[in-house]
């Protein structure tokens, strides 16, 4: 499958035109959308504003809980669903104006709440891999459409996982920079002191490319941070000898998964025969130790805080100003009634949890508490910080699950394995999930996650893991030749 | 009788360009939703960027309340559902305002009261509904408008006390520029909090919210005294409880009982990162701040002599008070410069319904024009006459006076045979004058009417008791 460089030379060497390079991708995210379901809108007409980048014709997806003007933005929500915004969230503008052309907008969770690619209101989102397995989500049609070659990038968001997770779970590359590299202005809020904006593509550079569009300053959103005036695709080759890594021995010590399955012992094989290369890459690598109580406190501390902010953060959406307005004798059973059908039966449950957890009687053991240990994770992460310049650890404790697995979500697999990458949404740090190869014929994928504001190194460090690895450019229909 | 203790909320618009979290424009329009903007209607994706002036502007205020300032500003939000609220949650602060325990001086009948200052914060205004039978209307004009509330402590006894502050508190708006203050246009609202009790300790309390006119606080202290009293009087214990002021039956109703408070999830505002304040940033803003109308009171009794009553006309307006101390700065005395801005003056500006800045009134010309009168040159009534002209015509006293031919006669060679003549005429005037009859007016009055006005009065008077004293 091609990447954005070699379409790049292809759009120069006219060997092709950005109408072509769209005309293929609308064809392509037709022929897929009835079995993959990726996209809740594909574009009828293309728009196309000329520019001298690199992504300059180049087709992409964008999430569709993205402000796009004039074209439908749902956030995959039934309160959303004939939601058309009057106003264009940054980094589609900047996309916009970087001569990228916009293919369709892609399924999401019901507003970026969950992980399954099954919560949507166009229905869920299936695995290129495997049609009986999830993606994983929530920016399940962004991951869908690139591990489909459909588009060589998309544009996602990710509040816990939700880029990380389904790259590895699709075989793609899925990079949130730090918190406030990218403007947030535009995307529908979930938890906005987590929500990061963020890019899937086939390799480390395409994903260097396009952050490098999208990155920057941004007068509309004040937790923005200041340009750095470099290149992340210059740095990518950077000599990284000596450069040291570690990972957490509680996350991946197979003797804490001697119940798993074959399948979780695989993946952390793999993985150890990745830190093993990552040694002869120059490297150097340790293990660490940190609290197991800590690291079991990660997905409680997430989902607190996360649906707290959630509740808050979705009140607009009342049907009074846009919105399916709700039926009812006075104001507050008119937006009542909107928010009862407007929702799926999952969010309301998020949204009381999060209205519990706000209450004055509970905030302080609830809330309060749970951004104490996400601080006290921070504080930790950045000691190791000191020391190293990047964790890696497994993305997943499996491969993507299937659409009836029962998963239990007490058990040691899924309160650590799987949820360990929140905590890079906890301290905003730069984190990029890259293939690490295939279990039982299904993509897995390496984590690693930089300090705050090494996103230039971070993405070095994934570039120079994905030469020696050596999974670039997955998609399943290449693969299988 | 119970002691009464009053505590005020009150909440203030900010005089900005644009609104405390968009572009949109923050002005007053008849036309509903003109001035509105993605990001007051809580559109999906939008994000607050803080109003730097409001912010400058908050912070003005605080330190002209003497409050204490952060080192750290921050933002929480406050959650509720309701229409006038479009993202449904307002954006306001409580964990760090821009100030906190705070005073503000007033005098109510001669005597100084230090009102305290609880906090002062920066939120954001809701817009404004119009309910009907069967529908309401809304209009986001004045969604997101930036708001200072102002909360006192429970340190005011009366609704004297009360409108007094907030006069006082208007005046600081005024003088400092932060607001216009306009409770005609709803700038300004206050919400009263008021409790009795027979000792010293605080009695329940009840809230009023949302009075838009000094008047109607006044009235709504009033009939709550009264319906507390009425209450404890009867044995009775008040309930804490919200109501709400009719201002046609002058009554207060119950809005909602304390069992109904709403729980407003009060958490810190994650789009609006900490703002570090700087000393350098605090002392520009307080370089700013000019002398407030109670230390201008103070000074003008104290250092200028002045009496309360005229301190406080001439502060009342900040552009006279700052025009009345140029003109002193002049050369002029503050008494008869005082005299001349508190009747003349602002008689006139009252009749035109002019501001100070309107009219053409030079600080020099009012000196000169002051001058001339104390040097006897023109007749206080002639000052009057050329006043209006150099108002209207913008043209120097001293020129006028040459102009319209107003020079004085304080000649006595020429004044002496006009009174001369005068009493010859009149002899028996002269002995009801000895008699004790007041005829010493009639003669002034003659030779001001035979000199059109242009004899010196006083002058004038001495030759006349002269005159008749040699008879």
Known sequence: MKSIMDLRNDLDNNKTTHTDLFNEAILKAHKYQDEFNSFVTIMDNMYYTKSDTLIDGIPYALKDNFSTKGILTTASSNILKDYIPVYDATVYKKLKDAGAVLVGKTVLDELAMGGT???????????????????????????????????????????????????????????????????????????????????????????????????????????????????????????????????????????????????????????????????????????????????????????????????????????????????????????????????????????????????????????????????????????????????ILPASGGIAPKFDSEIDRMSDRYLILENHMAIANFGGFPSITIPNGMVNNMPIGLNITGACFKDSLTLNIANKIEEELGYKNLIKEEYDV | MYNVTIGLEVHCEINTNSKNFSWAKNSYSEYPNENIDTV?????????????????????????????????????????????????????????????DGYVMINVDGKDIKVGIHDIHLEEDTASMEHFSDYSLLDYNRAGVPLLETVTTPSLHSADEAITFLETLKGIFLYTGVSEARTDRGEMRVDVNISLSKDDTLGT??????????????????????RQTEILDSGKIVEQETRRFDEKQLKTYLMRSKADAIDYKYYIEPNIPPIKISDEYINSIKKEIPMLQFDRVNKYMNELGLSRYDAEILVHDKQISDYFERVISMGVDAKSASNWITTTV???LNKENKKISDICLKEEYLVELIKLVQDGKISSKQSKQIFEHVVTENKRPKDLVKSLGMTQITDENVIRPIVIKLLDDYPNLIEDHKKGKNTFDFFVGQVMKQTRGQANPSITANIIKEEIEKR
């Open chain 2, 346 to 348: 602002m008689g006139y």
């Open chain 2, 40 to 100: 007051d209607l809580g559109f999906p994706g939008v994000l607050p960027v803080l109003n730097k002036e409001a912010f400058r502007k908050s912070l003005m205020m605080a330190l002209a309340l003497n409050c204490k300032t952060p080192d750290v500003v921050m933002f929480d939000r406050k959650n509720y559902y309701y229409p006038d609220l479009p993202k449904g949650y307002q954006i306001t602060q409580m964990t760090k305002p821009v100030g906190i």
């Open chain 1, 117 to 391: 690619g099954t919560t949507g209101h166009t229905g869920s989102v299936k695995n290129p891999w495997d049609p009986s397995r999830q993606i994983g989500g929530s920016s399940s049609g962004s991951a869908a459409s690139v591990a489909l070659g459909i588009v060589p990038f998309s544009i996602g968001s990710d509040t816990g996982d939700s880029i990380r997770k389904p790259a590895a779970f699709g075989g793609v590359v899925g990079f949130k920079p730090t918190y406030g590299r990218i403007s947030r202005y535009g995307l529908f809020a979930f938890a906005s002191s987590l929500d990061h904006v963020g890019v899937f593509a086939r390799n480390v550079k395409d994903t260097a490319i396009v952050t490098d569009i999208i990155k920057g300053k941004d007068e509309r959103d004040m937790t923005s941070l200041p340009d750095e005036n470099i290149n992340y695709v210059d740095n990518l080759d950077n000599d990284i000898k000596g450069k040291k890594l570690f990972y957490i021995k509680e996350v991946v010590d197979l003797n804490l998964y001697k119940d798993a399955g074959e399948e979780t012992i695989s993946v952390l094989n793999k993985f150890y025969e990745t830190v093993e290369k990552c040694k002869k890459l120059g490297f150097e690598v340790d293990e660490v130790s940190v609290d197991e109580k800590l690291l079991k406190a990660i997905y409680p501390s997430y989902m607190t805080i996360s649906c707290a902010e959630a509740t808050s953060n979705n009140s607009n959406l009342t049907g009074i100003i846009f919105g399916p307005r709700g039926e009812g004798k006075n104001i507050n059973e008119i937006m009542f009634d909107a928010r009862t059908k407007g929702f799926s039966e999952l969010i309301k449950r998020r949204f009381i949890q999060g209205s519990y957890i706000l209450q004055r009687e509970n905030q302080e053991r609830l809330f309060k508490n749970a951004q104490r240990l996400r601080r006290i994770i921070v504080d930790k992460m950045n000691e190791f910080y000191e020391k190293y310049d990047a964790m």
């Open chain 2, 205 to 226: 309390r009840t809230e009023m919210k949302n009075i838009n006119s000094f008047n109607n606080v006044r009235l709504a202290i009033e009939s709550e005294i009264k």
